[in-house]
């Protein structure tokens, strides 16, 4: 049984960081992406950033693209999403999602068969 569980999440000021934990089990990281969403009260789930695990190939939003990092630690079985320079508009439930996707459909969360509960990152301006 897969089980994807969300830590680091939480409140912070406008320029401020965090790093958000993804910790994978039961999920074979060859081969699959391990992605981050967000939604936004009355917004639809948005697509943040992916990495295939076995390429380490990663994609981002535009909107994040230069200020968050996704990375992960194989031997943690672990995904992670470095956010720098937040902004208020970043506020929102942040979930982890497990699956394979391809570069047209990463953002997609239709696509994805395992979810986290998700954390939720504040950020004040």
């Known amino acids: 049984q897969v089980q994807l569980v969300e830590s680091g999440g939480g409140s912070v000021q406008a320029g401020g960081s965090l790093r958000l934990s993804c910790a994978a089990s039961g999920f074979t990281h060859s081969g699959g992406c391990m992605a981050w969403f967000r939604q936004a009260p009355g917004q639809e789930r948005e697509g943040v950033a992916v990495?295939?695990?076995?390429?380490?190939?990663?994609y981002y939003a535009g909107s994040v693209r230069g200020r968050f990092t996704i990375s992960q630690d194989n031997a943690k079985n672990t995904v992670y999403l470095q956010m720098n320079s937040l902004k208020p508009e970043d506020t929102a439930m942040y979930y982890c999602a497990a699956g394979h996707c391809s570069s047209i459909t990463w953002h997609v969360p239709s696509v994805y068969a395992y979810w986290g509960q998700g954390t939720q990152v504040t950020v004040s301006s």
């Open positions: 990495i295939y695990t076995r390429s380490v190939t990663t």
